[in-house]
């Protein structure tokens, strides 16, 4: 299988998961971050925080990029109606954690595909379980550093996915891009194609 686009395509994000994950396509692409203010105004459901966050990212760059495809995405974090970002410092992490410890969680990811007359945004959404996690985990974890640049203090794909019990939905979701769902949204509109339909 090998796909092909006609397409410049830019990954609005300085995420290296999400670089990893849009690589599994094999195509030709960009990575242009977005410096933007992640803050949303009003009441917003855990989806439309993830998609307006995502949106945001791409309006700079489809402003600086008019002839190409740009993509943002935002994954966030909610336990119940509490919002986990990124935790602040390590106090902030233990926090968090302390507060998954065998709980269920909704994380969510937005993304939002943008220029060349195109404009379809969507979100996913994956529960995870974790297990009831020890104070000592906890600190064992956090000392690694690797909570600090995700949202919720953890990383599904590295040591922080030893705590976790279960997961309901995609897993790529909670890495930070649920790429299957993106791979068919691309397909459906045309911006990526499968080579041999191209050269018909």
Do not use: W
Not at 164 to 185: A, C, M, Q, W
């Amino acid at each position: 299988m090998k796909l092909t686009t006609h397409y410049s395509i830019i990954l609005a994000s300085e995420s290296p998961r999400r670089k990893e994950l849009f690589s599994k396509l094999a195509i030709p692409f960009e990575v242009q971050p977005a410096k933007i203010d992640e803050t949303a105004e009003g009441a917003l459901t855990p989806e439309d925080l993830a998609i307006s966050i995502a949106y945001k990212k791409t309006v700079p760059i489809v402003r600086a990029n008019p002839n190409a495809i740009v993509i943002g995405a935002d994954t966030t974090v909610h336990l119940g109606k509490e919002l986990l970002g990124k935790p602040t410092n390590e106090e902030q992490a233990r926090e968090y954690l302390k507060k998954l410890s065998g709980r269920t969680h909704n994380v969510v990811t937005g993304v939002s595909i943008q220029g060349c007359g195109t404009s379809i945004s969507f979100a996913e959404s994956t529960l995870v379980t974790f297990y009831e996690l020890t104070d000592e985990q906890i600190d064992a974890y956090v000392a690694t550093g690797d909570s600090l640049d995700k949202a919720g203090a953890y990383g599904i794909q590295t040591m922080g996915g030893l705590f976790v019990e279960k997961i309901e939905g995609d897993y790529n979701n909670v890495v930070g891009l649920p790429i299957s769902r993106l791979f068919h949204t691309l397909l459906t509109l045309e911006v990526i194609a499968f080579e041999k339909e191209l050269s018909k």
